[in-house]
């Protein structure tokens, strides 16, 4: 069974920090590109970040650059997402997800993802 499990999320103070992992079961991703999307309610979901297999070519949505940073474990079959400096805006159930391609290269298209995490709610108080 593959399983892909976000945790960390919580309620948060303008301006604060996170740290979310995923865990991955049943399925190995180090030789993938894995991603972080984000959806509000009533929204799509939209990319955040993308790291490609070895850490070494790694993809930011503009709304994060320079705040949020992604990193792997492949050891750990795990993925991470630091998130500082957060705003209102970034409040949604943030899921990791695993590209069905050998990652060479992050990708930000929902569409190459295969295995998705069923999501942890950040929520981002003014």
């Known amino acids: 069974q593959v399983l892909l499990a976000e945790s960390g999320g919580g309620l948060v103070q303008t301006g604060a920090s996170l740290n979310l992992s995923c865990s991955a079961s049943?399925?190995?991703?180090?030789?993938?590109?894995m991603g972080w999307f984000r959806q509000g309610i009533g929204k799509e979901r939209e990319f955040v970040a993308s790291i490609n297999w070895n850490g070494g070519t790694i993809s930011y949505a503009n709304a994060v650059k320079g705040r949020f940073t992604v990193s792997r474990d492949n050891a750990k079959n795990t993925l991470y997402l630091e998130m500082n400096s957060l705003k209102p805006e970034g409040t949604g159930a943030y899921y990791c997800?695993?590209?069905?391609?050998?990652?060479?290269?992050?990708?930000?298209?929902?569409?190459?993802?295969?295995?998705w995490g069923q999501g942890t709610q950040v929520t981002v108080a003014s």
């Open positions: 997800a695993r590209s069905y391609r050998h990652g060479l290269y992050p990708t930000d298209l929902l569409s190459e993802y295969e295995y």
């Open positions: 049943g399925v190995s991703i180090s030789i993938h590109t």
